[in-house]
């Protein structure tokens, strides 16, 4: 199982961007799906997160300005961000909850992190 990242890159302030996260190899069931992030100087932080059921979960600083959502058909999320900010730089990691077809329960993964960056 692989949580591949794809969106990140270089925006101004008040700009916009969209990170995907595809769950990808030997997956049976995909639970729980999250945005971290990891700014520089900083511990990592709950950017968003969506369950299976797509009920929803933000971080203060994001409520309002970014949306989550999944395609669960294609085991796939995806994380809209609007009016961003030069604090929003950091990088974003995908995680997921992941059956595996041979496995009895669900286990935790990560993806490689790609980078935003927010510029004044």
């Known amino acids: 199982v692989q949580l591949v990242e794809t969106g990140g890159g270089v925006v101004q302030a008040g700009g916009s961007l969209t990170l995907s996260c595809a769950v990808t190899g030997d997956a049976f069931s995909v639970n729980a799906m999250g945005w971290y992030r990891r700014a520089p100087g900083k511990e990592r932080e709950l950017v968003a997160a969506?369950?299976?059921?797509?009920?929803?979960k933000y971080g203060d600083s994001v409520k309002g300005r970014f949306a989550v959502s999944r395609d669960n058909r294609e085991n796939t999320m995806y994380l809209r961000m609007n009016n961003l900010r030069p604090e929003d730089t950091a990088v974003y990691y995908c995680n997921a909850e992941v059956l595996q077809k041979t496995a009895l329960r669900y286990q935790d993964y990560w993806g490689q992190g790609t980078q935003v960056t927010v510029s004044s």
């Open positions: 969506i369950t299976s059921g797509m009920r929803t």
